[in-house]
């Protein structure tokens, strides 16, 4: 199905493409005098090159070629607009296809794995970026919007979670120290951010459901027979 944005894209370049007729040049229609055949040589040499201009004239039917070309480099801007906005929609449908048939715990296990290297750079970088797999995972799995909020409105938010009290305190123990790291640029202690990498990994798999874990294990089993 095409897009509406699509469609409006091709009639707006044809659009474009169409303005050139509203320039046709009035070619005034002059009586054609006969030749003088007492000018000279010359003379009769102007004549016929000027013929030849009103041959060219009329071969582009009276259309001003400047802005016939425009509007066709016009039309030509529309259709790879819209031909680029196409591919881009597919691109970002196929993007979160792959991220829906990821599970929230796998995202965020996968992302942490990836963190490792974060940990002997940036103590900011780290815990943006630690932060953000643990709100990110609040989200998907609770479905708490912990990505736009602040760490006094995520706290409360938490607390009404059915959680084991040694994750919440967990929570609170990691805004405490992170936060600064974020937003004051305090440094960050290796051991620490190592420490936090395993909290929020331990607060991932204690949160996955008990029939997601079992599903994997049997699939796992599976594969060893």
């Given at each position: 199905m095409i897009n509406r944005k699509v469609?409006?894209?091709?009639?707006?370049?044809?659009?474009?493409?169409?303005?050139?007729?509203?320039?046709l040049q009035t070619v005034?229609?002059?009586?054609?005098?006969?030749?003088?055949?007492?000018?000279?040589?010359?003379?009769n040499n102007t004549v016929q090159?000027?013929?030849?201009?009103d041959i060219k004239s009329l071969e582009i039917n009276g259309i001003n070629p400047a802005l016939f070309w425009y509007g066709v480099l016009g039309f030509i801007i529309v259709v790879l607009a819209a031909a680029i906005l196409m591919y881009?929609?597919?691109?970002?449908?196929?993007?979160?296809?792959?991220?829906?048939?990821?599970?929230?715990?796998?995202?965020?296990?996968?992302?942490?794995?990836?963190?490792?290297?974060?940990?002997?750079?940036?103590?900011k970088a780290f815990y943006f970026r630690l932060s953000m797999i643990l709100r990110e995972y609040i989200r998907h799995r609770?479905?708490?919007g912990a990505p736009e909020?602040?760490?006094?409105?995520?706290?409360?938010?938490?607390?009404?979670?059915?959680?084991?009290?040694?994750?919440?305190?967990?929570?609170?123990?990691f805004a405490r120290i992170g936060d600064p790291v974020k937003f004051a640029e305090q440094p960050a202690e290796t051991e620490t951010m190592q420490r936090h990498i395993e909290y929020?990994?331990?607060?991932?798999?204690?949160?996955?459901?008990?029939?997601?874990?079992?599903?994997?294990?049997?699939?796992?089993?599976?594969?060893?027979?």
């Open positions: 469609i409006f894209f091709l009639c707006l370049g044809l659009l474009v493409l169409s303005l050139p007729g509203a320039a005034p229609n002059t009586p054609t005098k006969p030749p003088d055949k007492t000018k000279s040589h010359s003379s090159m000027a013929d030849i201009h881009w929609k597919k691109q970002k449908k196929t993007i979160l296809e792959v991220e829906a048939s990821i599970s929230p715990e796998e995202a965020a296990l996968n992302m942490l794995d990836d963190l490792h290297a974060l940990k002997d750079s940036d103590g609770f479905g708490v909020m602040t760490t006094e409105e995520l706290l409360p938010r938490i607390a009404e979670l059915e959680l084991d009290s040694r994750l919440l305190q967990g929570v609170r123990e929020v990994r331990s607060f991932v798999n204690q949160t996955t459901p008990v029939s997601v874990t079992v599903d994997e294990n049997k699939t796992n089993d599976n594969v060893l027979q």
